[in-house]
């Protein structure tokens, strides 16, 4: 006896993507970035503090920056005015300045109980994870953002990447000052990265009265 061959039938699940915003993330401003810092540090949230500093200065991938070491920014017990990280994404080298505010902040939560003995600079909670994953990371700018009122749908780990790269853009026009600290190969990735076309052609018909 044969077995007619039925229709697959598929589980009817709604779109990953069903009341979210997607595609680019917009970057911090900076009486956002204020806002936030002030908060964590009312919270005296140490960890936090130091985690959206080092955010806003490196401009690294939300998966280099929770695998930053202690090794990375500290020297001779102290911590560094320039950092380097190598890139999981290119696999080369990418150079920022740690400012003064952010060097206090990563020194106050080096002196925290979970930093002895700890090899990264953003240790797990658990036994088993050496350092906060990415997905713990894109929790806590979820609250970041949440915490001074702006839609956490519309920003991500990649708001924190691109805030100081959109105001040194803003100020200087120069996209290779941009590129350089996004460690970007090709400029034709800095520009759709930061929108500068988009936003320029937003910014003369803005100024165009007819």
Same mark, same amino acid.
């Given at each position: 006896?044969?077995i007619?061959n039925?229709?697959?039938v598929?589980?009817?699940r709604?779109?990953w993507?069903k009341?979210?915003?997607?595609?680019?993330?917009r970057?911090?401003?900076?009486?956002?970035?204020?806002?936030i810092r002030v908060?964590l540090?009312l919270a +005296?949230?140490?960890?936090e503090?130091a985690?959206?500093?080092m955010a806003i200065?490196?401009?690294l991938? /939300?998966?280099?920056l929770?695998?930053m070491?202690?090794?990375?920014v500290?020297?001779?017990g102290?911590?560094k005015e320039?950092a380097?990280v190598?890139?999981?994404?290119? @696999?080369?080298?990418?150079r920022?300045?740690i400012?003064?505010?952010t060097? %206090?902040s990563?020194?106050?939560?080096?002196?925290?109980?979970?930093?002895? /003995?700890?090899e990264?600079?953003?240790? /797990?909670r658990?036994h088993e994870?050496?350092?906060i994953s990415?997905? @713990?990371?894109a929790?806590?700018?979820?609250?970041w953002v949440?915490?001074?009122?702006? +839609? %956490?749908? %519309?920003?991500? =780990?990649?708001?924190?990447?691109?805030?100081k790269v959109? @105001?040194?853009?803003?100020? =200087?026009g120069?996209?290779r %000052?941009?590129?350089l600290?996004?460690?970007?190969?090709?400029?034709?990735?800095t520009?759709r990265?930061l929108?500068?076309?988009l936003e320029d052609a937003?910014?003369?018909?803005?100024a165009?009265?007819?």
């Amino acid at each position: 006896m044969e077995i007619p061959n039925l229709p697959s039938v598929r589980a009817l699940r709604p779109a990953w993507n069903k009341g979210r915003i997607v595609g680019q993330k917009r970057p911090l401003k900076p009486k956002h970035v204020w806002a936030i810092r002030v908060r964590l540090e009312l919270a +005296e949230n140490h960890r936090e503090l130091a985690l959206f500093n080092m955010a806003i200065d490196s401009k690294l991938r /939300g998966c280099d920056l929770v695998k930053m070491k202690v090794v990375d920014v500290l020297a001779s017990g102290q911590i560094k005015e320039r950092a380097s990280v190598l890139q999981s994404k290119t @696999q080369k080298p990418v150079r920022f300045e740690i400012s003064k505010g952010t060097r %206090a902040s990563v020194e106050k939560w080096m002196e925290d109980e979970l930093m002895v /003995g700890s090899e990264y600079l953003w240790p /797990g909670r658990f036994h088993e994870r050496l350092h906060i994953s990415t997905r @713990q990371y894109a929790r806590i700018v979820r609250d970041w953002v949440a915490s001074i009122g702006l +839609e %956490a749908s %519309a920003y991500g =780990t990649h708001s924190t990447r691109r805030t100081k790269v959109t @105001q040194i853009y803003k100020k =200087t026009g120069n996209l290779r %000052a941009v590129q350089l600290p996004l460690g970007h190969t090709k400029m034709n990735s800095t520009v759709r990265y930061l929108g500068v076309e988009l936003e320029d052609a937003l910014a003369i018909a803005a100024a165009i009265e007819i």
